[in-house]
């Protein structure tokens, strides 16, 4: 039998969720900072777009992280590397599949931690905790025009 010790499955944090809005607007809302800041962070130092880093802000708890653009398609990806739980850069990817002309399935999937990461269990249950709620608040903005404060609220104790 053959030794596959050494091929264990990369960790990842992953989160879907069906949103009944085209995904040129879902597209929008992840890469423009005044439609991002209503379901997700504060403010950014300035749009995402390919090229270009960017920072982005959750003020209410003195966090900021810096966001490397990997692809930007309208209708398809956002992807981005960034410093994530755990002290180590990981890679965002979120996928866009249109369901019909007024709906899109978000799928949001975060990986590239070490499983032998101290803490991973906590690390990723944590991160998919987080992009349960960026995909709720984003439901919520997009479809009923309501801020929920989702992330904000999830930990006052740290604000």
Same mark, same amino acid.
């Given at each position: !039998? ?18 009944? %809005? ?15 800041? %209503? ?32 692809? *930007?398609? @309208?209708?398809?990806?956002?992807? +981005? ?13 979120? !996928?866009?599949?249109?369901?019909? /002309?007024?709906?899109?399935? !978000?799928?949001?999937? /975060? ?7 101290? @803490? ?14 960026? *995909?709720?608040? *984003?439901?919520? +903005?997009? /479809? ?12 006052? %104790?740290? !604000?």
């Amino acid at each position: !039998m053959a030794n596959t010790e050494h091929l264990s499955s990369q960790p990842v944090a992953k989160a879907s969720m069906l949103i009944r %809005k085209p995904a040129a607007d879902l597209f929008e809302a992840f890469v423009d900072p005044d439609i991002t800041s %209503k379901f997700w962070f504060t403010r950014a130092s300035d749009r995402l777009d390919a090229g270009r880093n960017v920072t982005w802000y959750w003020d209410h708890y003195e966090v900021s992280a810096e966001v490397v653009p990997q692809a *930007l398609d @309208k209708y398809r990806q956002i992807s +981005w590397s960034w410093p994530a739980q755990g002290g180590i850069n990981t890679n965002v990817v979120i !996928m866009l599949s249109p369901r019909g /002309e007024q709906a899109t399935f !978000m799928t949001i999937e /975060e990986k590239g931690w070490d499983a032998a990461t101290e @803490k991973i269990n906590e690390i990723l249950v944590g991160q998919t905790e987080g992009w349960s709620f960026v *995909l709720a608040g *984003l439901k919520a +903005w997009l /479809e009923h025009g309501i801020q929920l404060n989702l992330v904000a609220d999830h930990n006052p %104790k740290a !604000m």
